[in-house]
């Protein structure tokens, strides 16, 4: 099946989609989001679909995860949007963070130390605690999840070594 083809497949179920993103986020514009995600990752990866699968419960399978990893990763963030007419954001976990780092802790020490850890271990270990889950980071820099791992619990060894004087 052509890349044409697979689309105008996907666009027949639009008016569907959008009835189950809306259902789901229960706002349009989050719904649109979700919708433009889930065409996405349904166009991505087109070599996983098999012809004579149901399309409509394929994109729906898509959706449905794709805003549950959504609504996890917004969960993680521990972030708090007011519904008022200002649209307040608190994000109360990133807050507590900044007041913790803050306390008694020379930052550019802790900053120098940091980046002494070779880069690789150290930017797997933040887009970790960011709230990426393992499968997505091995996605994004095409590496097998067990290097994901690896590389993770190794930089946490890494920066706990050379942060122990910081440790109370």
Known sequence: MSTREFTNLIVAQQSFLNQLAYKLTRSSEDAADLLQDTVFKALKNKDKYQEGTNL???????????FINNYRKKKNQNTFIDDSENKYFINSKE????????????????????????RHYVDT???????????????MLHIPLGTVKSRIFLARRKLMDKLKDLRH
């Open 56 to 66: 409509k419960g394929w994109l729906y399978t898509i959706m449905r995860n794709t």
């Open 125 to 139: 270990f933040m887009m970790y605690y960011n709230g990426y889950k393992y499968e997505e980071i091995a996605e």
């Open 95 to 118: 807050a507590d963070k900044e007041s913790y780092t803050d306390a008694g802790v020379d930052r550019e020490y802790m900053m120098r130390q940091i980046e002494s850890v070779d």
